[in-house]
């Protein structure tokens, strides 16, 4: 037992470094994917043919398209175009651009949830398109938005793993490389497992307890 206590000991600071890696890619790519994601599913729902046109091709093609493939792409296409990113904005341009189409998504379902009613009532007394988006659909929305994106969330730090392909240290490559050194691979992938279990146990419990509370009642 103390054995196996030593060798936590010893391995957790190398995959700490990892973890912060980790979490710091999931937070930028969920924050930038939020905001573009909503743009996007705005842009779907209420757009012009030409934007949504666009905005459903790409929306289709990345939802489509294996996230390390998207990885890769970008990654090694980027070059090709004259731009010679470092490895980190590139993998986060390539998760948050996966991320952008599958939050499309889901804010596009959450609006078109709202009844048509709502919209025709704000019409009713004079409000603006935006002043309809603000003050009556986007607050009904955001009830049926919280769980899926939560739980997108969690498959955002699952699919922040595959930045260890190209070269960045997050938690999975720092496992590696750990084992690479003590050539004990089941204890160190299991403390990793562990790491990406709490955080997304976490996310998951958050994602329950969002939809308890912004439960609504289904016609």
């Known amino acids: 037992m ?44 209420y757009g012009p043919w030409w934007v949504r046109l666009p905005l459903r091709i790409f929306s289709d093609i990345l939802r489509g398209t294996p996230l390390l493939v998207v990885i890769f792409t970008i990654y090694y296409l980027l070059p090709f175009a004259g731009l010679n990113m470092q490895p980190m ?15 499309g998504e889901i804010t596009r379902g959450a609006i078109q949830s709202i009844p048509p ?69 089941m204890p160190v992938y299991l403390l990793a497992a562990v790491m990406y279990f709490v955080i997304n146990y976490a996310l998951s419990a958050t994602s329950r307890r969002l939809e308890t509370r912004f439960a609504y009642i289904r016609e």
């Not at 995959?15 to 890696?21: H, N, S």
């Not at 790519?29 to 939020?34: D, F, G, H, K, W």
């Not at 699952?158 to 720092?174: E, Q, R, T, Y």
Request: no cysteine; net charge positive; aromatic share 8%.
């Open 2 to 45: 103390s054995g196996a206590f030593q060798f936590v000991v010893t391995t957790l600071p190398f995959l700490w470094q990892g973890l912060l890696v980790t979490l710091w890619v999931s937070l930028a790519v969920v924050l930038i994917s939020l905001v573009t994601g909503g743009l996007a599913g705005i842009g779907l729902t």
């Open 89 to 103: 904005p590139s993998v986060i341009l390539a998760l948050v651009a996966f991320k952008t189409a599958h939050v």
């Open 117 to 185: 009613g709502q919209t025709d009532a704000g019409k009713a007394i004079g409000l603006t398109f935006a002043q309809r988006l603000r003050w009556v659909i986007l607050p009904q929305a955001v009830r049926r938005f919280l769980p899926p994106w939560v739980n997108s969330v969690t498959d955002t730090v699952k699919g922040s793993s595959l930045v260890s392909l190209v070269g960045i240290v997050d938690l999975m490559l720092a496992s590696q490389q750990v084992i690479g050194r003590t050539y004990e691979p």
